[in-house]
């Protein structure tokens, strides 16, 4: 008898954790790298702020999701989703051939270009072509599209001019202080950070066209159906335009 009570004891603490378990809500690993205004940073408090920020939240909240940002290196992003290390990527992230054969993208959400940025007092003309006959050296960030295109303008004779650093921020310290001669990175990434350090200017025209998208693990048709759904929502309710608005027309 003592046992079988033991057991019924044992059996009820069982489901009890169980049940438990299953009201808990899954927290899911968001993935960015924060050194990417006005898509995501950081604000003086260390709250996570910008466009792919607001969509993000307004996905989640369209799905009953909890969510907890991971800032990470950008080149490391798509590894870490791979391995189970993230659930989703949202990080000005640029939908290209080589990583569609290893994550799911949602729909585009985003219209972006690359652009050259170099000193305010830069007084040479060039254009893409000349780059590599004038020896520039060139500042990009790791594992970005931006790095992809300075590697094709630069050629194997001179990639040795190809400067790649882990956060965009560096990017633009490494400009202004004179190491390199020119920076490629998208468009509103070096209007913003123009406007808040100074001392640079955009070189030229918008020279790509991309379509930013969320990532998520290979396979995962779900959670592409339910964020393309919910990014249908966000344009059809005139939030889009809202929050393009406030990131984008300062």
Same mark, same amino acid.
């Given at each position: 008898m003592k046992k079988r009570v033991v057991l019924l004891a044992v059996?009820?603490?069982?489901?009890?954790?169980?049940?438990?378990?299953?009201?808990?809500?899954?927290?899911?690993?968001?993935g960015t790298e924060a050194t990417f205004?006005?898509?995501?940073?950081?604000?003086e408090d260390g709250n996570y702020i910008g466009f792919d920020m607001d969509v993000i939240a307004f996905i989640a909240e369209d799905n009953g999701?909890?969510?907890?940002?991971?800032?990470?290196?950008?080149?490391?992003?798509?590894? %870490?989703l791979e391995k189970g290390d993230l659930d989703i990527v949202i990080a000005a992230m640029t939908i290209d051939d080589e990583r569609v054969q290893r994550v799911d993208f949602s729909n585009p959400y985003y219209d972006a270009s690359q652009i050259i940025i170099v000193r305010e007092e830069e007084a040479r003309e060039f254009g893409l072509d000349d780059i590599a006959a004038m020896d520039l050296k060139i500042a990009v960030q790791m594992g970005t599209t931006g790095a992809e295109e300075a590697q094709g303008i630069l050629g194997d004779d001179k990639i040795h001019n190809l400067y790649e650093f882990k956060r965009a921020n560096e990017v633009f310290t490494e400009l202004l202080s004179g190491r390199v001669d020119l920076a490629i990175i998208d468009q509103p990434v070096a209007q913003k950070y123009i406007a808040?350090?100074?001392?640079? %200017?955009?070189?030229?025209?918008?020279?790509?066209?991309e379509k930013f998208g969320i990532a998520v693990q290979k396979g995962n048709k779900d959670m592409v159906d339910k964020i393309n759904a919910s990014l249908e929502k966000l344009v059809s309710s005139g939030e889009y335009q809202a929050l393009y608005e406030k990131w984008f027309d300062e």
């Open positions: 059996l009820m603490l069982c489901l009890l954790t169980i049940s438990a378990c299953a009201g808990e809500k899954e927290v899911l690993k968001v205004p006005p898509f995501e940073s950081q604000d999701w909890e969510y907890e940002i991971v800032n990470i290196a950008f080149d490391t992003l798509i590894d %870490k808040e350090m100074g001392g640079m %200017k955009i070189h030229g025209a918008p020279f790509t066209e």
